[in-house]
Each structure stands twice: as C-alpha cells, then as structure tokens.
C-alpha cells in the first residue's frame, strides 16, 4: 500500500539498498521524501530515529504507526521500526484507522408537513381536536387492557355493567367535597361522568384537561366507576435498535449567539474537540441542534439589555460562523425554538435562506421543523434511528401544572420528557405554548422514537424510558436576569454524545472539565 500510493516500483525499491536487498524503516521515510520533493506529502511517526528533514508535528496512534497526509486523504500504515523488511513489497502491511469520515451518511425526514400561512378560526380548532381524538383513540385502542370498549351512547340512566372500557377527551376536571375525582370525558357520540374515588391512585392528579384517556371499570347510577386510566404510553419492547457502523451522535440546544451571558469558552473547547478526530470525536457522523440557536430579539421586557448583538441578522451570522465550524463529514439537522425569529406557533416551521443564507445551501445541514421526526443512517442493510428532536417550550408550564413534575423541578428535565412520552403528546397542556390548529394533531408522537431529544430547559439529562434515549441537550449561556424570573436555573456546557452502536452515553462538560 505504501508503494502504491507514492507511486513506487521495485526498481525503486530495488535502488534503496541493493547490495542488502533490505529495506528499513529510514530507507523508505527518507527515499519517498526525496523522490516526491513535495509538500503535499508528510510524514510522521513517533520514532526519534525518523530523517530530520521528515515533518513529524501531527498526530499519530501509536509508535509503530505512520500518518500520511494529503490534499485529498489520510491514511495510516504500519512501519516496524525495531527489523527490516525483505524488499518484497507484498510483505509491507496497513493498517487504516476508520473514522466517521469513512462512512456514508443517511438522514430522512419521517414527519414532514407543510406550514400555511393562513387564517384559523373555530372550525380550525374543532377539526384539530377531532385529530387529536382520533390519533388518541387508536393508540390507546392497541392497550391490552381496552379489549371491552364502548362508546359512550351505550350507557344511560340504568345501566348497570362491569369489566368495560371506554376512550374519551377530558372535558371537565372536578374534586369533590369528599376529596373524589369527578372527571367529564366525551366521544363523538356523547359525554360521561368517570368517578375516581378518593386515594385509588391510579394516577388521577395527572390527568390533564382535553387529553384522550381510556378508563376501565364499571358503570352505574350514570357513572362510570374508574379502576384504571389508560395512557397512550410506549410499548415496552426487548432490545433496543442500533446500526452496525461504530459511530456517534452529538446533542446541543440553546446557543443563544447574540447573548451578553454567551460562554464564548464553551464553544471554543467544543469546536477544538469536535475537531480534533480524538477522544470519540473521531467517531461523531450526526450533530443536533435543538433550537434557541440565538437569543432573539424582543422575547422578553427589557431584552436589549442582556445583548451584545441587537440585530437579528448580525446574530444569525453568527451561527453561520459557528456552523461552518464544524467539520463537514458531519450531517447536521437543525430546527428553531422559541428565541429564533420564525412564528411562535408550534408547529414552527424550518429557518429559511432569509436568515441562514449561507448554510442553508450546505450539503451537511438539513433545517427541520420544530418538532420534527427523522431516521438517521438507514443504509447498507442497517435499519437506521428515529430521532424526534422538540426544542420543549410546553415543558416549563407543564411541570408548573403538574405536582408530581413540579417536585423535580426543571433542573431534572428526564421527569417531564418521560411525562410526555407517556402521553405521547408533545404539549399535552393546553396552553402551555401556543398552537397552530391545522388539520392534524403534529404534536401528537405517533410512532415511537428511538432517541427524543430537547432543550429549552437549559439543562441535562441522559436517559433511557421504555427503550428510547431521552437527552436535554444542555445550553452555550449562563444564568441571566431572565431565567432568574422565571426559574430557571443554567446548567451550561455538558456535551451528550451517544453511540449508535450501543446506545450508550458520554457526556462531556466543557464548562466544568469534567469529561470520560
């Protein structure tokens, strides 16, 4: 191989030492040295007895190892240092070190939808809650435990049955005097009272008004007496999905360009990290950026006072430049949050070329919506991961509503993701962020993902529920004015790379140095 690639013959090597008819190691280093005369050629290796003239300032693996560098490529070939080779060239060996750089890429958008600009009126609403429904109701219809399903209309004044179920979206939520729960659910065909009675426990401080629930148990007197309520949830499965290829995934949100409170040294360490091909950055094929890519303008009162950069497009520049930063052999999907200049509205839909000119040609960036759902590296036979990525703006006014969320708090975000996908809805709680009522539900998480990644929260967590890998992807900003009023509380800097070969984590701290 070494011959090969410097374009050497056996005359060649035949002139090295033809009274020995040996080749060593400084015979070869120096003879392609001389022979090539170039600068596209260089040579390294950790051995000191390597000719003075050969450059040996880059890294190599080992002390028996020797990294050629060209304009175009980069190999690594064993050398014995310590014996000589017969100058048979066939006994001269290689060893490539495989990196992502290596392998093919794949990245599909699963749930793609398109996003008008067009009025919404009670119609819109009422159509979106009929696609909530529906969505809901085959899901929960998939539970072993709804085998007995009826629809509301069966029941009247004198009904009286046990061991049935029913599926219907919470209209009403009522504690009574006597400390029951008096839940008012509706189908398509007509409404009921569900009484859960005092501490059952069967999770009714979570319900949630104008979620799909299922309820098994008995009617009578014109109640429906719940001994259990069916979220849509996962399905709990055996193994987990990988790929075969021995690469990696890397997790990042809330940059924040723009920011006055930015932590220009997290980016640096993260920057020289991703590319220095050391430390399992060798191995990283996909990069996700959860929204909040700058701090926007106008979010919040006073904001011009927490910037250093008040123009929107200047800030957004400056993503560019963070972006083309990163090494190419790496795909990159991104989508907007809630600071980045596009509708409020979730769905939102993808950046544009308005604001990301420059990289919104590159061949390595795919801009997504928030929430979007993809499959990476579905190639060469290997079945490929879906990522659902949601910058997770419902999340805060989520676990404000909920007292088994709000104990945790938002410093551990693993409690209400896992929350959301029990329910399978990305924004469960009406109105905890605004939604755009189109003709599907596009926050509903239909099928299930293999990695759900988010940020907003501004905090970590790397974690597995019901197969999935559940990542809060952390923040480039420190503690501001605003986060103090509002609660939240920065945990900058920690860097989640995920195997895709295993599906396990390493989390790198570029704030606190703490790193595997």
């Not at 569900?194 to 629930?213: A, H, T």
């Not at 929107?312 to 600071?339: D, L, R, T």
């Not at 990289?359 to 990522?387: C, M, R, W, Y």
């Amino acid at each position: 191989k070494l011959i090969k690639d410097n374009n050497l013959t056996k005359d060649d090597i035949l002139k090295l030492d033809v009274s020995k008819k040996i080749i060593s190691q400084d015979h070869v280093l120096e003879y392609i040295q001389n022979k090539n005369n170039s600068s596209d050629i260089i040579i390294s290796n950790n051995n000191n007895n390597i000719s003075n003239n050969i450059n040996n300032n880059n890294n190599v693996n080992d002390n028996n190892s020797t990294e050629f560098k060209t304009k175009k490529k980069s190999i690594n070939i064993d050398l014995i240092s310590d014996s000589n080779i017969d100058y048979n060239y066939n006994q001269i060996t290689k060893t490539k070190r495989i990196t992502a750089k290596d392998y093919d890429y794949n990245v599909e958008i699963l749930k793609d939808y398109e996003i008008e600009s067009r009025e919404r009126n009670v119609k819109s609403f009422v159509k979106y809650f009929n696609s909530r429904y529906e969505t809901f109701k085959k899901m929960i219809l998939m539970r072993p435990e709804m085998k007995n399903v009826v629809s509301l209309s069966r029941f009247n004044k004198s009904s009286n049955e046990r061991n049935v179920a029913i599926i219907g979206m919470v209209k009403n939520i009522i504690i009574s005097k006597n400390n029951n729960f008096l839940i008012e659910v509706e189908d398509k065909t007509g409404s009921m009272m569900v009484l859960v009675k005092q501490g059952s426990n069967i999770g009714e401080e979570k319900v949630l008004m104008d979620e799909v629930l299922g309820f098994v148990g008995g009617v009578s007197h014109n109640y429906f007496f719940a001994e259990k309520i069916i979220w849509a949830d996962l399905p709990i499965i055996n193994n987990m999905n990988k790929i075969k290829d021995p690469l990696s995934a890397v997790f990042i949100s809330d940059i924040h360009l723009g920011s006055n409170k930015y932590l220009t040294s997290i980016e640096d360490k993260f920057i020289k990290w991703i590319n220095s091909g050391e430390n399992s950055s060798q191995n990283v094929k996909y990069l996700f950026i959860s929204g909040d890519v700058v701090d926007g303008i106008g979010i919040y009162p006073s904001q011009e006072n927490d910037l250093f950069e008040t123009d929107i497009y200047k800030q957004y520049n400056m993503f560019e430049e963070f972006v083309e930063k990163i090494p190419e052999h790496i795909q990159i999907q991104i989508c907007p949050g809630n600071h980045d200049a596009v509708r409020g509205a979730e769905p939102q839909p993808a950046f544009t070329s308005n604001l990301l000119p420059t990289i919104h040609a590159f061949k390595n960036v795919n801009l997504f919506n928030n929430p979007s759902t993809s499959k990476i590296h579905n190639i060469d036979e290997q079945e490929g991961l879906n990522v659902l990525m949601y910058h997770g703006y419902s999340f805060t006014r989520l676990i404000d509503a909920l007292p088994h969320l709000r104990v945790h708090g938002i410093g551990q975000p693993q409690y209400v993701m896992k929350d959301v996908l029990m329910r399978r809805h990305l924004a469960p709680l009406v109105g905890a962020t605004i939604v755009a009522p189109d003709q599907e539900d596009n926050l509903a998480i239909e099928s299930k993902p293999d990695i759900f990644v988010s940020g907003d929260l501004h905090s970590h967590t790397a974690e597995v529920y019901k197969g999935v890998n559940i990542i809060s992807a952390s923040t480039f900003q420190g503690q501001t004015s605003f986060m103090d009023r509002v609660g939240h509380i920065a945990n900058p800097g920690k860097v989640t790379l995920l195997e895709l070969n295993t599906r396990k984590y390493k989390v790198f701290d570029f704030w606190n140095g703490k790193n595997p």
